[in-house]
């Protein structure tokens, strides 16, 4: 299973609509939970650490943690694939971070197995979750050698 943590709001109408239509296509290992953690009511550095605090706090011991950081590693989709199909094959649950505003402290980057970005680019929290379901759909193709995506 994989399990996205994010904090924020609740889905936008079009968010849910684009991420419903990766999701239905979803089949085990590659199924998804979304826990979507409220904001901080602090800001800045306040902020990070209780909303690192609570994601920690949402993490068992056993679990393959993927964080979400603009300064992570850049991957392949490919790659990616590889990156979350090791551990599922190991029945290890996939977590995916998606922190904050004022992101992550660093006792989640100490736990997280990999840090993955998306791009040098930054985008906003909504617009992440849809890519990160489209992407997650793709590494499920790619394990299963569906001809979504082409090389």
Do not use: C
């Not at 970005?117 to 617009?127: D, E, I, R, T, Y």
Request: no cysteine; charged share 25%; aromatic share 8%.
């Amino acid at each position: 299973m994989i399990r996205i943590i994010a904090v924020g709001k609740k889905h936008e109408s079009w968010v849910t609509e684009g991420i419903e239509r990766y999701q239905k296509r979803l089949r085990k290992p590659f199924d998804v939970e979304w826990v979507l953690l409220p904001h901080s009511a602090k800001t800045g550095q306040e902020a990070r650490q209780n909303e690192s605090e609570t994601i920690l706090s949402r993490l068992d011991d056993n679990e393959y943690v993927v964080l979400l950081d603009e300064k992570g590693d850049l991957f392949d989709s490919p790659g990616l694939s590889k990156k979350i199909m090791a551990p599922l094959e190991r029945s290890q649950t996939v977590t995916v971070i998606i922190g904050g505003a004022y992101g992550v402290d660093s006792t989640v980057h100490e736990r997280a197995d990999i840090a993955w970005s998306l791009s040098p680019l930054v985008f906003p929290h909504q617009l992440v979750r849809l890519i990160l379901a489209e992407q997650i759909y793709r590494a499920q193709g790619i394990a299963n050698s569906h001809p979504y995506h082409h090389d």
